[in-house]
């Protein structure tokens, strides 16, 4: 055999393209041995966004080990009588402006100015959380009321449910007070408080028993309200500190909308319904005034406005419960803090948490303290506090 024949050209390897192409075939053949093998598309397992599942909650939620002991009142230090049960009440209502509250000067000076200005009101329903709602407690507050030291004011005419804000308390000193922030004159101040003092339970006074200049000073200022009205309006127009209004500063001149169009009332701080009395003070000759103070109508949103949000965070679990402290951490957010965790983030450069200024607590609710509204929520009725025997007291929504 020749020394130059060798296998090479038969055992040369050829590219499957090639070999068809040498064969004038233009069908190709696949080099993969899975080529046979039918595709089918993956299916999804998921049948709705991921976010939504979360927000449904775990479908596997269990109900809190309860103890069977249920907190009728919270047991405050140093909040044992009517009295003192109100001054809690007005201490502990807003909690302290964080130093990393993430707000410029405008908004702060914003909610300081709106929580100055609230009346120092406390409701009834407050009082009860703190004290049970017994027959020694109303002994308590019929003594107060007959000594001149508490005025009970009643609330009608908001044209919404306000279960538990239908009373509210303030004492003499306070309404005395508010009397003079108000600018009222020295004369119709002392002639007011006296006719208050012969007449402790009233929660309206006749007219006449005022001079006319009087009725209009103290209607003008919003502590008396037509009566006539309880059913549709409450004449408390002096919120109108309270409220910025910047829609009807950019009204135009002239039309009903530059002083509020048909939402005027509600825009200045007032509570009630549509009708409006007749001018002078001939119109409250002969009928009764109910008693109110300035900025009742601010007071009461916000009150109503802080149960509403504690019972929409209740609601997001399967059974309308949850710890307390757990409860506590949704009301304040997931805020940045001076933790040593935090501060070690920040040093790092990384995000620890949002500023307090984006939650709603501090961005819709002036920093209204949670304690105060779970307090609010008890005595109303809408909440109840039990014991646990692992997470500690445990929250529920009732109704």
Not at 78 to 101: E, N
Not at 261 to 283: D, H, I, V
Not at 285 to 301: A, K, M, Q
Request: glycine share 8%; net charge positive; charged share 20%.
């Amino acid at each position: 055999m020749p020394l130059y024949l060798t296998g090479a050209h038969s055992s040369r390897v050829s590219k499957p393209g090639q070999r068809s192409l040498n064969n004038n075939n233009t069908r190709r053949h696949s080099a993969s041995p899975f080529a046979n093998i039918p595709r089918t598309k993956a299916s999804v397992s998921r049948t709705k966004p991921l976010f939504e599942s979360l927000d449904d909650g775990d479908e596997d939620e269990e109900r809190l080990d309860a103890t069977g002991k249920i907190l009728p009142t919270l047991s405050i230090d140093g909040a044992q009588d009517v009295l003192s049960a109100m001054q809690h009440a007005r201490a502990t209502m807003f909690a302290p402006i964080p130093d990393r509250a993430g707000m410029n000067s405008v908004r702060i000076a914003e909610v300081l100015n709106f929580q100055k200005n609230l009346p120092a009101m406390v409701s009834l329903a407050h009082v009860h959380a703190v004290v049970s709602a017994s027959s020694k407690t109303e002994r308590q507050l019929a003594a107060l009321q007959a000594a001149g030291k508490v005025r009970k004011l009643r609330v009608t005419g908001r044209g919404n449910d306000i279960s538990g804000t239908s009373e509210v308390l303030i004492t003499m000193n306070d309404l005395r007070l508010l009397l003079e922030r108000s600018r009222v004159a020295t004369e119709v101040i002392s002639d007011f408080c006296s006719l208050l003092l012969h007449q402790p339970r009233a929660t309206s006074v006749s007219a006449q028993a005022l001079p006319a200049s009087h009725v209009t000073a103290l209607t003008r200022t919003g502590f008396l309200v037509s009566s006539s009205l309880s059913g549709s309006r409450n004449l408390s127009l002096a919120g109108s500190s309270l409220v910025g209004m910047p829609k009807i500063s950019r009204a135009a001149s002239g039309t009903s909308d530059a002083v509020g169009g048909e939402a005027a009332f509600e825009e200045l701080g007032g509570t009630g319904g549509a009708k409006r009395p007749t001018s002078g003070p001939q119109s409250t000759t002969g009928s009764d005034l109910t008693l109110s103070v300035p900025n009742l109508g601010p007071y009461l949103r916000l009150l109503n406005a802080g149960r509403a949000h504690l019972l929409e965070l209740l609601g997001k679990s399967k059974y309308k419960e949850g710890p307390l402290y757990l409860l506590r951490e949704r009301w304040d957010g997931a805020i940045d803090s001076d933790n040593r965790i935090s501060s070690a983030k920040r040093l790092r450069g990384e995000f620890s948490a949002v500023l307090p200024a984006k939650t709603k607590k501090w961005k819709d609710l002036y920093g209204l303290n949670f304690d105060w509204v779970v307090e609010e929520c008890l005595g109303a009725g809408l909440i109840e506090l039990f014991e646990t025997k692992s997470v500690g007291l445990g929250i529920r929504a009732l109704g």
